[in-house]
């Protein structure tokens, strides 16, 4: 259900614009906070700022007041506060990344159950740190799949460091290893306008990004061999990297038109 204005019932036009208003401009001081408290140990760790919940890392945190938030494990409480306030959602520009595991169904069936379940926490793990560490956002983790944005309040070159997130992805996963990966990985990354806000009914809400950027991002990734990372044109050329020498055009389950993207390595 819709208002006249065109709002959706039960969300304020100011949410909105609170969204837009955040996500738009550049926040040094985040922008600084954030790879410092996403080195400090361990995981879980907040997908806004980044502050780890557990071990060392999280007493210094508890210290200033971050704690773990109780309705929303992926956030600590002083940032639970901004989505609870304000619950709703803008259209930003944004890049997106995702990654996975290549054949992890095969994998699956070699391992032990509890020795696929460490490669996939070491995957989350690796993953997790490397997103932080260029000022990217951890929207979730799906199986073995990882789901990251990048927008401009933590910098306005969001293509280039979602790029180069997922080079290095591959390489924290030894697709430069003369002896090859630990595992095995391929990527995604696409840029556009994304919705990004909080969903979900009363303190049970969580952060999301919506939007056709979020479904290609998620196409380029499924067709990645490992050790590749396909980006669409729009996000190599954003970054500067419109003059790559490996372009091509796919065919996208569900895409009406082929997209044209770069196709990038480790090195």
Known sequence: MTEPDGVPRGREPKDDQFWR??????????????????????????????SPFHGLGGGL?????????????????????????????????????????????????????????????????????TVFAHNGMVDKFVGDELVAVFVPLLGEDHPRRAIDAARDLLRATGHADPDGPWVPVGAGVHSGLVWFGAVGEGVHVELTMLGDVVNTTARLAASAAAGEVLVSTDAATAAGLENASDHRSLELKGKATPVKVVSLHAS
């Open 21 to 50: 208003d955040y996500l738009m401009n550049y926040s040094r001081a985040q922008a600084a906070a954030r790879p410092w408290f996403s080195r400090l140990p361990s995981d879980p760790r907040c997908q806004l700022c980044g």
């Open 61 to 129: 945190m508890r210290v200033i007041g971050k704690g773990q938030s109780t309705a929303n494990p992926r956030m600590c409480n002083q940032c639970e506060r901004v989505v609870l306030a304000h619950h709703g959602g803008g259209e930003v520009p944004g890049t997106m990344l995702f990654a996975d595991i290549r054949g992890s169904t095969a994998i699956g069936e070699q391992l032990s159950p509890r020795d696929f379940h460490a490669l996939i926490e070491r995957f989350a793990t690796v993953a997790s740190a």
